[in-house]
């Protein structure tokens, strides 16, 4: 898919044609969601929202960076207007519900101390700070670069680095003290 | 636990649920029609012109204000303003009647 030419389709009046890039990157926004937004937020309607947004928004997109970087900065602006309205993550009482991770290890004994491992590895991302937390998920997310990085989060290299570096530090010392 | 094991653990972290927003989507864009360029940039450029109005106000407003409220507290010129005064007063000599005279009729009225 030529992503330049399906937009200028669209803004030609071909209305259709957003199904592709509707299609290309829902499970992308999906994913991000759930890692920003958490267990709690509704995933189907982040995404719908994103979609929604990114579609007014497409007359102002002007090229100057990649379809995928301006669709996650405004996952990232939607998923965190959405947190700032509804703040809420995990308590420390709520149970993370975390989706299975696709493996083919059979053994149960081993899979209930993976789905563990990533039980208490969500709801430590769920107590980082959300610009934190963003920035983490994002430099994991697709092997981001920090430029990149930057550029979603409209801040400057230097900030993103001082974001992961904390978010680090600080996953790192929850990580340990729920040994 | 080093950060290398839970950076990589977060990134097989992902949401398995799937989800088709797909035709919801299409139903909701097709339901308005898209505002291309043109209008955006009249909105920037008279974004522009009420922020240099805007300027021009607050700029012509300070030097219009500047003036009248430096020669409401010019010390120099109330210094002179009082030794006119003094000078005014000394003309009558040592006596002040006069002066006081009508410095009580001006301080009743």
Known sequence: MNEEDVIKDILAGNVNRYEE???EYQDIVANLSFKIGGPKIDIE????????????????????????TFIYRLTVNVVCKE??????????????????????DYNVEQTIVRDERYRKLYAAIGRLHT???????????NDFSYSDIADVMQCTVAKVESLI??????????????? | MTDDIFIQQLREL????????TQAVMAEVRKKPLLVSAPDKSRWSLKRISAVVAA?????VIFNFIPTYTHQVDTTQLADDIAAI????????????????????????
């Open chain 1, 21 to 23: 890039i509707v299609r």
């Open chain 1, 45 to 68: 309607e982040m995404t719908q929202q994103v979609f929604v947004e990114l579609y007014s928004a497409l007359p102002r997109f002007k090229f100057q960076s990649k379809l995928s």
């Open chain 1, 83 to 104: 947190l700032k309205h509804n703040s809420r993550w995990l308590t420390s009482q709520d149970e993370p519900n975390v989706p299975e991770v696709a493996s083919d």
């Open chain 1, 131 to 141: 610009e934190q937390r963003t920035a983490l998920v994002l430099y994991t997310f």
């Open chain 1, 165 to 179: 570096f904390r978010a680090r530090k600080n996953l790192k010392k929850m990580l340990t003290d729920d040994r």
């Open chain 2, 14 to 21: 992902h949401y398995d649920g799937k989800v088709d927003v």
């Open chain 2, 56 to 60: 021009c106000v607050v700029v012509a």
């Open chain 2, 86 to 109: 003094y000078d005014f007063h000394a003309g009558y000599g040592d006596n002040n009647s006069y002066y006081e005279y009508y410095l009580e009729e001006a301080l009743l009225n």
